[in-house]
Structures are given as structure tokens and as C-alpha cells.
């Protein structure tokens, strides 16, 4: 074992969800998760999930999402909210850099996806 094998924790599965084969890739770094979701085995677009300071409930947080690379569209937005505010929550509210490729991002696709990731848990 290497001393890069215990800076750096990473864990990486692959579904089937709905027909397609869905890829997922969780890394945990000192500040942020970084997290891959592909049905196309590329990163497509990038988004920074991070938890948001002027919040005024604690115990129930907001985060606010932002489009690094790749196409900023509200369904970008949407999704990313969905699939990783869990992982950020989970993760002492650590900001979630999330690598997002989707075919299909129906409701159901979505749940399942959150699961394939839960699976890769490294935080």
C-alpha cells in the first residue's frame, strides 16, 4: 500500500439503471467529495455542490449548485441538487464536485442513481 492510498479513498461501480449501463467513481479528498455519474464513460459536465453559509435553519441546509463545465441548464441543476446534497450532508457538509453524464434522468433513474452512489461511499 502506498501513502497515496491512504490521502486519497476512491471506490467505483457500475449498474445497469433502466437498460443503461450507469458508471459511478466517489473520491474523498481533504476538502471536497468528488463524485463521477456516467451512462456515457465520460465526465460530461461538472458542477461544484456546496452547502450554503447564509442558511438560516442549521438543521435543514440549502445548497446552491454551479455549472464549472459543460452546458448550465436548470435540469443540470436539478439533478445535481438530487444526486449529491446527500453525499455532502453525510460528508460534514464538505462541498461535492459532481462529474455528470446522463442518457436518462427520469425520477425513477434518479433514485437508483443516488443508491449506485450511496455504494461507492468513501466519506
Not at 21 to 47: D, R
Not at 55 to 71: A, E, Q, Y
Not at 87 to 108: C, F, T
Request: hydrophobic letters at 35%; aromatic letters at 6%; glycine letters at 4%.
Amino acid at each position: 500500500m502506498s501513502s497515496l492510498d491512504t490521502v486519497i479513498k476512491s471506490r467505483q461501480k457500475e449498474n445497469e439503471i433502466n437498460g443503461i449501463l450507469t458508471q459511478v467513481v466517489c473520491t474523498e479528498f481533504s476538502n471536497y467529495i468528488f463524485v463521477v455519474l456516467t451512462q456515457y464513460g465520460k465526465i460530461g459536465s461538472l458542477i461544484s455542490i456546496t452547502p450554503d453559509s447564509r442558511s438560516t435553519d442549521i438543521s435543514t441546509p440549502t445548497f446552491s449548485t454551479k455549472v464549472l463545465l459543460g452546458k448550465d441548464e436548470p435540469l443540470t441543476h436539478v439533478c445535481a441538487k438530487n444526486l449529491a446534497t446527500f453525499v455532502s450532508q453525510e460528508a460534514s457538509n464538505r462541498p461535492v464536485l459532481l462529474g455528470l453524464a446522463l442518457k436518462d434522468s427520469s425520477i425513477d433513474a434518479i433514485k437508483q442513481m443516488k443508491e449506485l452512489i450511496r455504494s461507492c461511499q468513501v466519506w
